[in-house]
C-alpha cells in the first residue's frame, strides 16, 4: 500500500500526451482531405513528403519565378509582348505564397491536421454541428477550385497567346518549339501551385470559422428552453476559448496577407498611372488578374472572420432577450396570483413585415423569434449577471487585440480609401 501511495505521488502533474499532436488513422473521414493534399504537395506528414514539398516550393515558388523574370524578360519584343509589370505580379504572388505555405507547415507541424481541423473537439458537440462540419469538409477542395481554375484558365490562355504569337525567342533547348512548351508549362505550374497555397490556406480559415458558426448557431438554442446559467456560461467559455485559439493561429497570416496585398495594390495603381504608362490588355492582362487573385482571397479571410464575430456577438442580444421575457413573465405569474387569469404573456419579438427587406444568413439569427422562458428555473439576479458579463466579454475573431467586426472592415476600407485617392492625386491629378 505504501509503494502504491508512493508511485502516486510521483506522477507527473502535466501529463505529455496532452500536448502531443492527435493521432490520424489512415482510413479515417480524413482520407480523403489528405489525398488532396498529397496532390498539391502539402503533406508533411512523414520525412519524405516534407521533402518533397519544400523542394516543390523552392522550385515552382522561387526559382521558376526568378528564372521567368530574368530570363524571359524578352526587351527586343514588340510593344504588345513586353511585360513592364513582370516584377510586382511576380514579386506579389511569390511574397503571398510564401507566407501562406510558411503558415501551413507551421500548422501541421505543431498541430497536426485533426488538431488543426479541431475535430478532435467534434465528439462533444451534437449531431447537427458534426453532420454540418463534416459537409464542409468535404467540399473544401471543391470551392478551392472554384476559386483557382477559373484564374488559372485565363492565365493560361493568356500564356498561349504570349507564346505561340512570338513573345519569347530565347531556344534554351536548342529548339523554340520545345523551349516555349516548357517555359511556358512552368510558368503556368509556378501560377497554379502559388494561388492554390494561398488559396488553400483562405479555405481552411473559412471551414474551421463556419465549424464555429455552426456552434454558435447551436449555442442560440439554449435560449429557447428551460435552461441554467452555469451550464450556459460554461458553454460560452467553451466557444470563446476557441475563438481565442483560432484567433491566434491566423492572426500572422491576416496581418500578413492584408499588408501585402495592399502594398501589392498600391504599387499596381501607381506604375499604371504613371505618365509613361501604357495600359492595355496585352501588357496589365496579367497584373489585373493578379490583383483579382489577391483580393478574392483577402475578402474570403475577411469576410469568414467577421461573420464569426457577429455571430459570437448575437449571442448578448439573445440572452437581453431571453431575460426580459422571463422577468415579465415572472410578473405576470405574480399578477395571476393575485387577479383574474389572464393571457399567458409568452413574449414574442415581432417579425419585421416590410417586404423589401431581404433575408441573408447573417441575419437568420436576429432574435426575431418566439421565446418561452421558464422564470422558476433561474434567478432575475443570475440572468442579470449573465447578461453583465456577455456584454464585457465580447467574443469574435481578434488580430493583436483589434475584434475583426464590421467596424474593423469599415475603418480598413476608410484608410485604403484615403490612401488610394491620394496616390491618384499624385500620378493622374485627381483632387
Known amino acids: 500500500m ?30 480523403s482531405f489528405r489525398s488532396c493534399l498529397r496532390y498539391l504537395c502539402v503533406d508533411q506528414s512523414t520525412t519524405f513528403t516534407s521533402i518533397v514539398s519544400w523542394a516543390l516550393f523552392v522550385l515552382l515558388a522561387l526559382a521558376v519565378p526568378l528564372l521567368s523574370h530574368f530570363v524571359l524578360a524578352c526587351e527586343e519584343c514588340n510593344s504588345a509582348h513586353k511585360r513592364p509589370y513582370d516584377s510586382v505580379v511576380q514579386l506579389s504572388l511569390t511574397v503571398i505564397a510564401t507566407v501562406s505555405f510558411l503558415c501551413l507547415s507551421n500548422f501541421f507541424r505543431r498541430y497536426g491536421l485533426r488538431r488543426f481541423l479541431f475535430l478532435d473537439k467534434l465528439c462533444g458537440e451534437s ?6 462540419y463534416m459537409t464542409q469538409l468535404n467540399r473544401s477542395f471543391r470551392l478551392l477550385s472554384v476559386f483557382v481554375l477559373p484564374c488559372f484558365f485565363a492565365e493560361m490562355a ?26 511556358c508549362l512552368l510558368e503556368l505550374c509556378s501560377w ?58 491566423f492572426r500572422a497570416f491576416i496581418v500578413s496577407i492584408l499588408i501585402f496585398v495592399t502594398a501589392s495594390q498600391f504599387a499596381s495603381l501607381l506604375i499604371t498611372t504613371s505618365p509613361h504608362a501604357t495600359v492595355n490588355i496585352f501588357r496589365t492582362g496579367e497584373l489585373a488578374l493578379c490583383s483579382v487573385t489577391l483580393v478574392t482571397g483577402l475578402l474570403m479571410s475577411l469576410r469568414s472572420a467577421t461573420k464569426v ?23 405576470d405569474s405574480i399578477e395571476e396570483e393575485v387577479e383574474t387569469p ?22 437568420e439569427d436576429d432574435g426575431s ?21 456577455l456584454e464585457n466579454n465580447r467574443a469574435g475573431i481578434s488580430v493583436f487585440g ?28 485627381i483632387n
Not at 309 to 331: E, G, L, P
Open 402 to 429: 483589434f475584434m475583426l467586426d464590421r467596424t474593423y472592415l469599415h475603418t480598413i476600407f476608410g484608410i485604403e480609401l484615403s490612401l488610394v485617392l491620394w496616390l491618384l492625386g499624385k500620378t493622374v491629378g
Open 2 to 31: 505504501a509503494d502504491e501511495g508512493y508511485a502516486q505521488q510521483r506522477q507527473p502533474l502535466l501529463r505529455k500526451k496532452i500536448y502531443e499532436r492527435s493521432a490520424s488513422l489512415a482510413n479515417d473521414e480524413l482520407r
Open 158 to 183: 493568356y500564356k498561349i497567346w504570349w507564346y505561340c504569337s512570338g513573345g519569347s525567342q530565347i531556344p534554351f533547348l536548342g529548339n523554340a518549339y520545345v523551349s516555349d512548351t516548357v517555359a
Open 127 to 132: 449531431e447537427k454541428v458534426r453532420l454540418g
Open 192 to 249: 497554379l501551385y502559388r494561388t492554390s497555397i494561398f488559396f488553400l490556406v483562405c479555405v481552411l480559415f473559412r471551414l474551421i470559422c463556419h465549424l464555429q458558426i455552426l456552434r454558435l448557431q447551436d449555442f442560440a438554442e439554449v435560449f429557447h428552453e428551460e435552461s441554467d446559467v452555469t451550464s450556459i456560461l460554461r458553454e460560452h467559455l467553451k466557444v470563446k476559448r476557441q475563438l481565442r485559439v483560432i484567433s491566434h493561429r
Open 369 to 389: 423569434m418566439s421565446m418561452r422562458p421558464l422564470a422558476s428555473t433561474i434567478s432575475f439576479q443570475k440572468r442579470e449577471a449573465l447578461v453583465t458579463y
Open 309 to 331: 464575430t457577429h455571430k459570437a456577438q448575437a449571442i448578448t442580444s439573445f440572452a437581453a432577450k431571453w431575460h426580459v421575457c422571463a422577468t415579465i413573465d415572472s410578473f
Open 342 to 363: 389572464v393571457h399567458p404573456s409568452h413574449c414574442v419579438f415581432p417579425v419585421d413585415d416590410d417586404s423589401d427587406h431581404e433575408q441573408t444568413d447573417e441575419d
